[in-house]
């Protein structure tokens, strides 16, 4: 074993390109931007897997295209790095990272470096837990939030760590966004919801309707939505909401007088936005103080694609 690592065999970074990761058999090899060349070319592999429309999958899904991605960028890894290997003429590595406890060490470490740093400032995956966002989002659906949208607070980090208030490359977001939030500092639940109200406007419920500074959003009535996750299945009144700024959803109106269809004129405070969920009998939102209008600091990232 030792030896295969003092003479840098060509098969043996073509089994760690294929087995391991083509990044790992580039270090092996003492080549560490290439290392970093091939751990760039699977993230954005990654990337595109999950990025491609629905309507352009021809029926494939995305974990088929992803690991055919992976396993196209190992491919060519692995002849890569056995040419490589068969061309040098220094046998033995000097970069630190080539040692074969070096290698062990990226081996064991790399990976959760990379989940945290990628879950930290690129995207978090999260998973559906309740019906507050039907029809648009199911219990048990999965969705990618993009943790950079607005910008990174000391709430963007997977775990709670020391950190300053306000955001590092703030962005505002817009109204119809579907983001993740933490109501409240000391409270560790995330919620997802969709901003309908922005720092300095007024919002009120009339009747199930929404109102923006006093006027009414777009809301006509489109086919009912059938609910399958109750027992027996329901048929559940549906409306198409647009907001000012041309965004479209639907929204479930199951109560004609619903505990959140009518509620007082609301201002929103400067550094905070107005959310509500898409099923408006069946959410806790901005609309009851127990959620209340969200921080901005709050926002941990915006909903890109269901997968």
């Given amino acids: 074993m030792f030896k295969a690592f003092k003479e840098r065999r060509p098969w043996v970074a073509a089994v760690f390109a294929v087995v391991l990761s083509p990044a790992l058999a580039m270090a092996y090899l003492g080549r560490g931007a ?61 970069a630190w990272f080539a040692r074969w406890y070096s290698l062990i060490g990226l081996f064991i470490l790399a990976p959760l470096l990379f989940a945290f740093a990628f879950r930290s400032f690129l995207f978090e995956p999260y998973s559906i837990p309740s019906g507050s966002m039907l029809p648009t989002l199911r219990v048990g659906d999965h969705v990618w939030v993009s943790k950079y949208a607005y910008g990174y607070s000391r709430f963007s980090l997977p775990i709670d760590l020391p950190a300053p208030t306000g955001r590092l490359f703030a962005g505002m977001p817009e109204r119809g966004d579907v983001v993740v939030f933490r109501p409240a500092a000391d409270r560790p639940e995330v919620y997802l919801k969709r901003i309908v109200g922005l720092p300095g406007e007024t919002i009120q419920m009339k009747d199930g309707v929404l109102h923006i500074d006093g006027a009414p959003v777009g809301y006509r009535p489109a086919d009912d939505y059938l609910d ?80």
């Fill in 228 to 307: 399958t996750a109750t027992d027996p299945p329901e048929q559940v009144p549906r409306y198409v909401e647009t907001l000012p700024n041309g965004v479209s959803y639907s929204v479930l109106d199951r109560v004609s007088d619903g505990i959140g269809d009518n509620t007082p004129v609301l201002e929103v405070p400067p550094d905070r936005v107005f959310v509500m969920g898409d099923n408006r009998d069946n959410a806790l939102d901005s609309r009851f103080p127990s959620v209340g209008m969200v921080p901005l600091e709050n926002l941990l990232g915006r909903m890109e694609m269901i997968y």
């Fill in 34 to 94: 290439l290392a970093i060349g091939y751990v760039l070319a699977e993230i954005a592999a990654a990337l595109f897997a999950y990025g491609v429309p629905v309507d352009a999958m021809a029926g494939a899904d995305r974990e088929t295209l992803a690991l055919v991605a992976q396993t196209g960028i190992r491919l060519v890894g692995a002849v890569h790095g056995y040419i490589l290997a068969g061309r040098m003429v220094e046998r033995v590595p000097s």
